[in-house]
């Protein structure tokens, strides 16, 4: 076997190139999955609904516990039964696999394999499928399974790569004799396995045990490791002779660990870190670093296959961000809007407006005119997004369309689920030269209301196409909806419902 090449304490870091900027972000609470980009990367499934990646817009519904997204169809964890099924994005059944209870999957490049570890009753199981048709090709127990998965992948010929804890043993504790007896699960340091495309098995060892944090990239062919004292690398999955050391080291993070994201072959990725991401671009034995991005608790990144969109997401966000030239970069431009009582402005950090530490309600925004206003009629706070970066550098939008937009009062609505818990977000922006809205909350029956308003000019009001998703389905409704634009600057005055 190939030995690694030693690396250096200390590697000097170049001048960082390329820079990103926030696309938009959308808001979700309390959801059990994380976004799922589909293969075809043009949509997004985020709360059960699905967005387009460009503009972050609500397309429709998206079917319960989207693992993976493949066109026209999905992936999904059966949670009652166990198994995975392909379901149709309207979540009609197309086929049913048993199984354990699904805990990670991966999608090959080609949307042709899918590899999944799932927990049985004996341990775990890494198995390969054929893509559309969900059929098993072939699996494996993990010898001694049962702890966390760092990294799954597979490549376009179906072999399947785990790395993960094995050696899992669990233990009684001392506990408070209220509570009786408890137990603590112990594992060894994470190692990796290699299932072939002939249901053979390998100990991966090209790959050292023990290793804080381990990502591959979409071709499973390069692997990017953390190491427990901060050290990073990059190497071919199989070649440790080849491995590539990342200038600096990671600080130690708790919050969820350090997130990895990876383009196909290697040509561009990220760590999170500590209270910041770091990206890096690849040109052969060469590592040209971006500039870093500072957002801290990052729970997960993902790159779009030519590695000019970053997903990430921090806490209950998601946040788009997109790269360019150097040249094609420029500040967004600022408003100088009164802001009256009952909005709050969002200070700027560098030039972006952004809530430090993620503080109260109030959660980063992209570049643009965001404001919060307080409607004690509807339960809570709505964040108002008044433009994104893409829309404001219209110069031909008038300036007063960018002025207070807010929920006056919305008629013939199913308010019979109750006040509403959780408002997300309303987002407006012009198409085909019409305003637009868009607004996402939760009621206290846990029932989700996506209201997307189109403003009819020449009364002043708007149609509204109502979508109400429970755990049986979603359906439309058209309604219509009053809502008031103060485009002079003053504060909107907000009235009873029904007024």
């Known amino acids: 076997m190939d030995e690694p090449t030693p690396l250096p304490e200390a590697t000097p870091r170049p001048a960082p190139t390329t820079r990103w900027s926030p696309h938009y972000h959308r808001t979700c609470r309390g959801s059990i999955t994380p976004p799922v980009l589909s293969t075809a990367q043009d949509q997004v499934v985020l709360c059960n609904g699905r967005f387009s990646l460009a503009e972050g817009r609500y397309e429709a519904s998206a079917p319960l516990g989207v693992l993976a997204l493949l066109g026209d169809a999905a992936i999904t964890d059966d949670y009652d039964g166990g198994g995975v099924s392909l379901r149709h994005l309207d979540g009609g059944l197309v086929r049913h696999a048993e199984g354990g209870s699904p805990e990670h999957v991966a999608v090959s490049h080609d949307g042709r394999w899918l590899a999944l570890i799932d927990r049985t009753r004996d341990g775990q199981r890494l198995s390969a499928w054929l893509l559309p048709e969900l059929r098993r090709h072939h699996a494996t127990e993990v010898p001694d399974g049962g702890g966390r998965t760092l990294a799954l992948a597979v490549d376009t010929e179906g072999r399947a790569r785990w790395y993960g804890e094995r050696g899992c043993r669990v233990r009684e504790v001392e506990c408070p004799a209220s509570v009786g007896p408890c137990h603590q699960r112990l594992c060894d340091p994470p190692q990796g396995l290699v299932l072939e495309p002939d249901g053979k098995t390998r100990d991966w060892a090209a790959v050292p045990p023990g290793l804080e944090a381990l990502a591959m990239d979409p071709d499973a062919a390069w692997v990017l490791a953390v190491e427990v004292d901060g050290t990073r690398w990059l190497q071919p999955v199989d070649e440790p002779s080849a491995r590539l050391p990342i200038p600096g080291r990671s600080a130690a993070t708790e919050w969820p660990g350090h997130a990895i994201a990876l383009t196909p072959g290697a040509t561009t990725f990220a760590v999170s870190d500590a209270d910041h991401v770091e990206a890096w671009t690849r040109d052969g034995d060469r590592l040209r670093p971006h500039h870093p991005l500072p957002y801290s608790e990052v729970g997960s990144l993902a790159f779009t296959a030519d590695g000019s969109e970053l997903l990430l997401t921090q806490r209950d966000d998601l946040v788009v961000l997109r790269t360019r030239p150097p040249a094609e970069l420029s500040p967004a431009p600022s408003y100088d809007l009164p802001a009256p009582d009952g909005w709050v402005r969002a200070p700027e950090v560098d030039g972006v407006p952004t809530w430090p530490e993620n503080e109260g309600s109030f959660w980063p925004n992209e570049p643009g005119i965001v404001a919060w206003y307080g409607d004690e009629e509807v339960g809570g706070d709505f964040r108002v997004v008044v433009g994104d970066r893409a829309e404001i ?14 929920l006056d009062r919305i008629d013939d609505l199913p308010w019979e689920h109750g006040r509403i818990a959780f408002p997300h977000t309303l987002h407006t922006w012009v198409e085909d030269g019409q305003r637009r809205l868009e607004l996402h909350y939760t009621t ?16 002043g009001s708007w149609l509204v196409r109502h979508e109400l998703r429970t755990f049986e389905g979603a359906s439309w409704r058209d309604a219509w909806a009053a809502l008031v634009v103060a485009q002079d600057g003053a504060p909107p005055v907000p009235r009873k419902r029904g007024s």
């Open 393 to 406: 550098a219209r110069p031909e939008l008038p300036v007063d369309e960018w002025a207070r937009v807010v």
């Open 444 to 459: 206290q029956d846990g029932c989700e209301h996506y209201e997307v308003a189109q403003r009819v000019a020449e009364h």
